[in-house]
């Protein structure tokens, strides 16, 4: 109830500014804005499965039967922080109301998803003396190109400056989530190092349509006839979730094992390529769930979420037509 309140508070503040700015005509026109961003994020969550590893920090400690897990911590957060440009076309129907159209690729910070040290993988003494631990580490990186409606709300000049509010949404017209993960196998006959490999990976995510919503309070300074210089402050509320997941890239001391049966994985389909589902049982490509899953089609994998909300300060530039 408040929310419907508080909306139609804000359309009839609207119907107030365009009745009253209905015949001043002197701003009425195009321009254009182009601008950087830096965001900080704003809410942190708890990452989602990678590479069939929970989303914490574990260090084990001890060797063969005494390996066990001597600390945990969750490893939380969101790819809201990063750095975004941005060009917009706007329209201003008179002194108070406009509305605009942004075009932005945001390119986020790397933030660890998950983090192992010194576990035991492998090892049994009836067929082999060896036994091999592993140092786990994931990275994950979105890029993303977004459209972002808006109407806007100008709130009057003074000395140059106008401030001003927006209101829109964010949509999604392409983006990746690019998670590098690291995997160092070191083996060892009793106290002595037998083997090592390095294997490093990356997958990337393509995500399902989403929606996100954004609340801006900016203002101009006028430069010359025509030109401007602008801030904003920008909050935005954005959650995706994965669709597919695909193993571009996995090699093995430098070597390419993409597409070879190793030590540590096999090469077949669903490998390499994930559906995310919303729900997994009997008749899931998955082999936990289902003992008929075909390895030639991709695996089924639960869906996951990934935060992108956070706090940002544009400036740049504006151009009246």
């Not at 998803?113 to 060896?130: C, D, F, G």
Request: hydrophobic fraction near 30%.
């Amino acid at each position: 109830m408040k929310k419907k309140i508080l909306l139609l508070g804000i359309m009839a503040c609207s119907m107030t500014m365009l009745a009253q700015s209905k015949d001043d005509s002197s701003d009425k026109g195009w321009y254009l804005k182009l601008g950087g961003s830096y965001f900080l994020q704003t809410a942190a969550t708890e990452f989602p499965v990678v590479g069939g590893q929970l989303p914490n920090r574990d260090v084990y400690t001890g060797t063969l039967g005494g390996n066990k897990l001597a600390s945990r911590e969750s490893v939380t957060g969101s790819f809201g922080a990063g750095f975004r440009t941005g060009l917009s076309a706007g329209y201003r129907f008179n002194t108070r109301v406009g509305v605009e159209m942004g075009v932005n690729y945001y390119s986020s910070n790397s933030k660890t998803m998950a983090e192992t040290t010194n576990r035991l993988i492998s090892y049994n003494p009836l067929t082999s003396p060896a036994a091999t631990y592993v140092d786990f580490e994931a990275e994950g990186k979105i890029r993303a190109f977004d459209l972002s409606p808006a109407l806007v709300l100008f709130l009057g000049k003074s000395h140059g400056f106008e401030p001003y509010t927006k209101v829109g949404v964010i949509l999604p017209i392409h983006g990746t989530l690019e998670i590098d993960t690291n995997r160092d196998y070191t083996t060892y006959v009793g106290a002595n190092p037998v083997a090592e490999t390095k294997a490093y990976s990356k997958d990337v995510i393509k995500p399902n349509p989403t929606l996100g919503f954004m609340a801006t309070l900016g203002t101009s300074y006028k430069l010359g006839k025509n030109l401007s210089a602008f801030a904003e402050l920008e909050y935005r509320n954005f959650t995706v979730h994965g669709k597919t997941k695909e193993t571009e890239i996995y090699t093995e001391n430098g070597v390419d094992k993409l597409n070879t049966t190793t030590s540590f994985r096999t090469a077949s389909y669903s490998a390499t390529h994930t559906n995310y589902v919303s729900r997994l049982n009997s008749t899931s490509n998955n082999s936990e769930y289902n003992t008929n899953s075909d390895s030639t089609k991709a695996k089924d994998e639960l869906s996951s979420y990934v935060g992108i909300s956070g706090l940002g300060l544009t400036l740049g530039l504006k151009y009246n037509l």
